[in-house]
């Protein structure tokens, strides 16, 4: 047994997957009588009425290309959150193995843990939000299976350093996600080069924020064979609704315009970044690998609470660790803002 197999749940890699009617008829046929589907169609009058393509053939095609990664090192999730769930259940043994995780981050982590009663062990970011690098590697036991990077990170919004998760990836047989949901944004690469050098790295990718899907629910984990054909074997048959698998195929096709939307909303970050610097009430705007800002204010208390009653939803992230009084901010459209900055502006704090 490699490491990778060795650190599959031991159900999990005995498991013999469902088999779908889909999944087991290949040939051509244009009688389809095997899915208990309803064969007259829909209300809608379209093609709903079938099982979507449970392996989704062409839009992995389609994404193998985008992103240069062959189709047998990847995996399509219903959103990222649903492959952050199935690895821990692929690989955490309820009551017995853990994840590391490194707060201030995404919550689902820990929450997706909590679910599958799989212990969790924090090891913080440094007050600059970059990785504790001897402390991940110090507190990394053998019973835990999984360390979860999200980079760039959420709430603190920057991008980790390469060297730091190599580094990490070098002295630990653990599986390391680097959770990249934010990766159009940044300037930094994403780390799907390092895909061949390192069996233990899984990566973490999402239609939901550059490609402005997040009502689709389209997730990508890219990793080794192995690893995604353990996700795939244990993922729900019909996981991606072939609505879904149409949208996506209709959005890569106009790639170009994804790429104009993120320049956009670069320009409409350095706007908000640079506004909100001028302000007497803000303490540090710290700076940006996403499509959102998070600042420090003086006291971000009776901001949060102004902004709300003016019909302004933020996140107020002042409890996470190392962002006392800070407040997280999403770039919307240039006219919201405007209406934004204005607003801070004319508070009198
Ligand atoms: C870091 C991070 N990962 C994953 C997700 C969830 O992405 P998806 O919509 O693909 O489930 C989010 C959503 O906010 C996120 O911030």
Redesign the pocket.
């Known amino acids: 047994m490699n490491n990778l197999e060795s650190l599959v749940r031991e159900n999990i890699r005995n498991l013999k997957p469902y088999s779908s009617a889909r999944d087991e008829f290949k040939g051509k046929a244009d009688i389809f009588l095997d899915a208990n589907e309803n064969s007259l169609g829909s209300p809608i009058q379209s093609q709903w009425n079938r099982y979507p393509d449970p392996r989704q053939t062409e839009l992995k095609a389609a994404i193998s290309q985008l992103k240069n990664v062959a189709v047998d090192r990847m995996f399509l999730?219903n959103?990222?959150?649903?492959a952050?769930d199935l690895l821990i259940r692929a690989f955490c043994e309820p009551g017995r193995d853990q994840i590391m995780i490194m707060p201030p981050?995404?919550g689902?982590y820990q929450v997706c843990a909590d679910i599958n009663n799989v212990g969790i062990i924090s090891c913080p970011l440094r007050p600059d939000f970059n990785l504790d690098v001897d402390a991940i590697l110090s507190s990394s036991t053998n019973s835990v299976k999984m360390l979860f990077i999200?980079s760039p990170?959420?709430p603190t919004a920057n991008a980790m350093k390469q060297a730091d998760i190599e580094l990490i990836l070098q002295n630990t047989n653990a599986i390391v996600v680097v959770?990249e949901?934010?990766i159009d944004f940044s300037g930094e690469p994403s780390l799907i080069s390092l895909l061949d050098k390192y069996a233990n790295l899984v990566i973490?990718q999402?239609?939901?924020?550059a490609w402005g899907l997040?009502s689709l629910?389209?997730?990508m984990a890219f990793a080794d064979p192995y690893i995604i054909h353990i996700l795939t074997n244990i993922k729900p048959p019909y996981n991606i609704s072939g609505l879904t698998q149409q949208m996506a195929l209709d959005a890569i096709k106009n790639l170009e315009l994804k790429d104009k939307m993120v320049a956009t909303l670069l320009d409409q970050r350095k706007y908000i970044m640079d506004n909100l610097r001028l302000l007497k009430m803000v303490d540090q705007v710290f700076p940006s690998d996403t499509n959102f800002v998070l600042v420090r204010f003086k006291n971000s208390k009776p901001v949060f609470d102004k902004l709300i009653q003016s019909g302004i939803i933020i996140r107020d992230r002042s409890k996470a660790l190392h962002c006392e009084n800070c407040l997280r901010f999403t770039v919307g459209t240039e006219s919201e803002n405007k209406r934004l900055i204005k607003k801070l502006k004319s508070l009198d704090i």
Do not use: P, Q
């Open positions: 999730g959103g990222s959150d649903e952050i981050t995404y689902m999200c990170n959420n959770d949901a934010y973490l999402t239609f939901s924020k997040a629910r389209l997730g």
